[in-house]
Each structure stands twice: as structure tokens, then as C-alpha cells.
């Protein structure tokens, strides 16, 4: 069934299936091609000379993801029985992945239809960043970063919500510390929060920056307390992948049901 074919193509990502695998590649390195266009767009003397070539390139683009938009919705109701057309194609297209692939094509049809400033018209076309989003469904590496991210949700949102506290409290002290001292620079908690971000994080830009010393102070126990505090969702992330490598490996091995010993393993 034509139809089934097209699912297993788009969707199934299959080591067996060569025209699966020429898929994913093409589409892969249309996204990379795209992405590099973009960059190229924004160098003067490149656009002037080839604007016609990275229009052409943008509109072939636009024409291979909507197809590939349209198919997926076609496809989507043939991986389960009994799938709905209307109520399972409006799930896919809620999916995050879907949404992307929407917003990856939108921007080239929306002043087609609708009439847009030219200022507003260059700012909606960095959303063709957006398609290298969509490189999620083809790299196993990014899929694996999703399942980390989706794995470790509760503890790295735990952890920005200690870093945003910490800066609001940092943020606080300094501007009732160095307000007097330096009314323009700390003219309010919010323009302080810049100098927080920057102290937490230890860059340090030194554009602002504490003069009294009560104000040096707090700043260098702050600066101590970011190291910390930064590198706590990196060490998550890192404890994720562990975990998620762990699991991919132990699920391609052979367990005995009797004595739990990994059948692959050389015996004593």
C-alpha cells in the first residue's frame, strides 16, 4: 500500500530500508544547506551577487517541506487501526515536531497572502532558522539530547528556578548597596540584573561593576556562588546521557530469564 510505504519512508527510520535512510540524508543536508543560506544572506557583497540563486534555492526548499509537510499529515493515521482522519491528524499537527515543520515553511507564504512592512517582512524570515529544528527527526544524537531533556525536566527546571532566585536576590542586594554610589549604573533592580547575570555566570564584562567595598564584597562571594551553581545542569545532563547510553546498551543485550547473566558475555 502506497500509503504504508510512504509512513515507513518519513517516519521509520530503518537501517534496512535504503530509500528510508536517502530520505533522512536529503533532508538532512537540504536543512544544513539552509541554514547555511541564511548565514551567507546576511554577507552584503554575497547577496548582491547571488540573490537570484538563494531565491531559487528558497523556493525550492519551501516546495520540498510543505510536500513533505502535506505526506506526513497524509501518513500519519497509518501506523495505528482505527485512527481517526480528522481528530489523529489534528494531534500531529500539535506535535512540537509538526509545529516546527510548520513554522519552517510559514514565513514564505505569509506575505503572499498577506501584504508586510519590509522591516517586519526581513525579521520573519530568520524564522527559516526554525528548520534546523527539524534535524531532530532524522539524528539519532538530537533524539537522544530530547529523551535527556525529557528524562531530566524536573531537575533542570528545579535548578534555573534556584539560579533565577539567586539573581533576584543577588540583583536586589547589589542595587541597595551601590545605588548611592552609582545611581546610573544601578538606576533600578532590573538594569542590576544585568550585572547579576554576568557576575553569576563569571563572564565579568566589567562594563558595570562594584565600587564601594561592601559592594566588592558581595560580588566576589557571588561570583564563588555562580561556579557552583552553573555547573549544576551540566552535571545533570551529563548524569542523563549516562543514563540514557546505560539504557541503549542494556536493551541490545540478551538476558537469561533464569539467572539474569548477559548471554553475550564470555562465560568464566
Same mark, same amino acid.
Given at each position: 500500500?502506497?500509503? #504504508?510505504?510512504?509512513?515507513?519512508?518519513?517516519?521509520?527510520? /530503518?537501517?534496512?530500508?535504503?530509500?528510508?535512510?536517502?530520505?533522512? &540524508?536529503?533532508?538532512?543536508?537540504?536543512?544544513?544547506?539552509?541554514?547555511?543560506?541564511?548565514?551567507?544572506?546576511?554577507?552584503?557583497?554575497?547577496?548582491?551577487?547571488?540573490?537570484?540563486?538563494?531565491?531559487?534555492? *528558497?523556493?525550492?526548499?519551501?516546495?520540498?517541506? #510543505?510536500?513533505?509537510?502535506?505526506?506526513?499529515?497524509?501518513? @500519519?493515521?497509518?501506523? =495505528? =487501526?482505527?485512527?481517526?482522519?480528522?481528530?489523529?491528524?489534528?494531534?500531529?499537527?500539535?506535535?512540537?515536531?509538526?509545529?516546527?515543520?510548520?513554522?519552517?515553511?510559514?514565513?514564505?507564504?505569509?506575505?503572499?497572502?498577506?501584504?508586510?512592512?519590509?522591516?517586519?517582512?526581513?525579521?520573519?524570515? !530568520?524564522?527559516?532558522?526554525?528548520?534546523?529544528?527539524?534535524?531532530?527527526?532524522?539524528? *539519532?544524537?538530537?533524539? #537522544?539530547?530530547?529523551?535527556? !531533556? =525529557?528524562?531530566?525536566?524536573?531537575?533542570?527546571?528545579?535548578?534555573?528556578?534556584?539560579? /533565577?532566585?539567586?539573581?533576584?536576590?543577588?540583583? /536586589?542586594?547589589?542595587?541597595? &548597596?551601590?545605588?548611592?554610589?552609582?545611581?546610573?549604573?544601578?538606576? /533600578?533592580?532590573?538594569?542590576?540584573?544585568?550585572?547579576?547575570?554576568?557576575?553569576?555566570? #563569571?563572564?565579568?564584562?566589567?562594563?558595570?561593576?562594584?565600587?564601594?567595598?561592601?559592594?566588592?564584597?558581595?560580588?566576589?562571594?557571588?561570583?564563588?556562588?555562580?561556579?557552583?551553581?552553573?555547573?549544576?545542569?551540566?552535571?545533570? !545532563?551529563?548524569?542523563?546521557?549516562?543514563?540514557?547510553?546505560?539504557? =541503549?546498551?542494556?536493551?541490545?543485550?540478551?538476558? @537469561?530469564?533464569?539467572?539474569?547473566?548477559?548471554?553475550?558475555?564470555?562465560?568464566?
Amino acid at each position: 500500500m502506497i500509503k #504504508t510505504r510512504l509512513y515507513q519512508i518519513l517516519e521509520v527510520a /530503518s537501517e534496512n530500508d535504503p530509500l528510508s535512510r536517502l530520505f533522512d &540524508v536529503f533532508i538532512m543536508a537540504l536543512i544544513f544547506l539552509n541554514v547555511l543560506a541564511v548565514v551567507l544572506e546576511t554577507v552584503e557583497s554575497i547577496f548582491a551577487v547571488y540573490e537570484s540563486v538563494f531565491y531559487a534555492f *528558497e523556493v525550492f526548499s519551501v516546495i520540498v517541506f #510543505t510536500v513533505e509537510y502535506v505526506l506526513r499529515l497524509w501518513v @500519519c493515521t497509518a501506523s =495505528k =487501526k482505527g485512527a481517526h482522519p480528522l481528530t489523529d491528524r489534528l494531534r500531529f499537527m500539535a506535535k512540537p515536531m509538526s509545529l516546527i515543520d510548520l513554522v519552517a515553511i510559514l514565513p514564505f507564504y505569509l506575505p503572499v497572502v498577506f501584504p508586510m512592512d519590509p522591516r517586519f517582512l526581513r525579521a520573519l524570515r !530568520l524564522f527559516r532558522l526554525f528548520r534546523l529544528f527539524k534535524m531532530g527527526r532524522y539524528s *539519532e544524537s538530537l533524539l #537522544t539530547l530530547g529523551n535527556v !531533556l =525529557k528524562a531530566k525536566k524536573e531537575e533542570i527546571v528545579v535548578t534555573f528556578f534556584v539560579i /533565577s532566585l539567586m539573581l533576584v536576590f543577588a540583583s /536586589s542586594t547589589i542595587y541597595y &548597596v551601590e545605588h548611592d554610589a552609582q545611581p546610573e549604573a544601578f538606576s /533600578s533592580i532590573p538594569a542590576a540584573m544585568w550585572w547579576g547575570v554576568a557576575t553569576l555566570t #563569571t563572564v565579568g564584562y566589567g562594563d558595570v561593576y562594584p565600587i564601594t567595598p561592601v559592594g566588592k564584597f558581595l560580588g566576589a562571594v557571588i561570583a564563588l556562588l555562580g561556579i557552583g551553581m552553573f555547573a549544576l545542569p551540566a552535571g545533570i !545532563l551529563a548524569s542523563g546521557f549516562a543514563e540514557e547510553l546505560q539504557k =541503549k546498551h542494556s536493551l541490545g543485550r540478551r538476558i @537469561c530469564p533464569h539467572c539474569g547473566r548477559d548471554l553475550d558475555e564470555p562465560p568464566d
